[in-house]
């Protein structure tokens, strides 16, 4: 599996504090990797949006379509540009907006960091080792999903029964989808109180 010891990983949160280690979490699942699938990847950078300075806080990205602000986002994968090898970026701090308590669980926590880790690798299969003509943002999942799902069986192989009931619980109550939901909604009500202006509510 892979080799990812030859991958360095850089912590840069300036004043956030990841809740848990981050760093060896993500050292585990680049070990779940095939090898052929690291390759091309330089590096992977944790960070946290208030570490973003200058042209990284303001850079716009594109997803299905449409531009999105580089610093709001969970994970960026950087392709591979001139003599600089492609890169991948998580934003710790937007991964996990909330820590509640089921995020003591290394199941949950890995779970919702793998979420987004496992989508950026697929990016790069995508663009380095399978090229198809779909959709990126499918094909980045459909990648998670296989990646992904490999390394939640090697690393929690003796919560086989559990995985059962959840995969079946989350085919038919569409579980992750609507974490998922709760989580942009939460972070778009955060983002219309940042930008709305402060008002004086004295009388």
């Not at 591979?80 to 820590?99: C, M, Q, R, V």
């Not at 989508?119 to 198809?132: F, S, V």
């Amino acid at each position: 599996m892979g080799n990812d010891s030859n991958i360095p990983i850089y912590e840069q949160y300036e004043s956030y504090q990841p809740p848990f280690d981050v760093k060896r979490a993500i050292h585990r699942m680049l070990g779940s990797v095939p090898d052929k699938y690291l390759v091309g990847i330089g590096s992977i950078v944790l960070t946290s949006e208030s570490a973003l300075t200058g042209k990284r806080a303001r850079r716009l990205t594109w997803s299905r379509g449409r531009k999105v602000s580089a610093a709001k986002a969970r994970g960026l994968y950087h392709p591979a540009w001139g003599s600089n090898p492609a890169w991948i970026e998580l934003h710790i701090d937007s991964i996990f907006t909330k820590y509640p308590f089921w995020f003591r669980f290394p199941l949950i926590r890995e779970m919702q960091l793998g979420d987004v880790f496992f989508h950026e690798l697929g990016h790069h299969i995508h663009a380095r080792h399978q090229p198809e003509f779909k959709e990126k943002e499918d094909v980045a999942e459909a990648w998670k999903r296989k990646t992904g799902s490999s390394y939640m069986w090697r690393r929690f192989w003796y919560l086989t029964p559990l995985f059962g009931v959840l995969k079946w619980a989350d085919r038919v109550f569409d579980i992750r989808g609507r974490l998922k939901s709760r989580v942009r909604a939460k972070a778009a009500h955060d983002e219309a109180i940042r930008r709305s202006p402060t008002r004086n509510t004295k009388a």
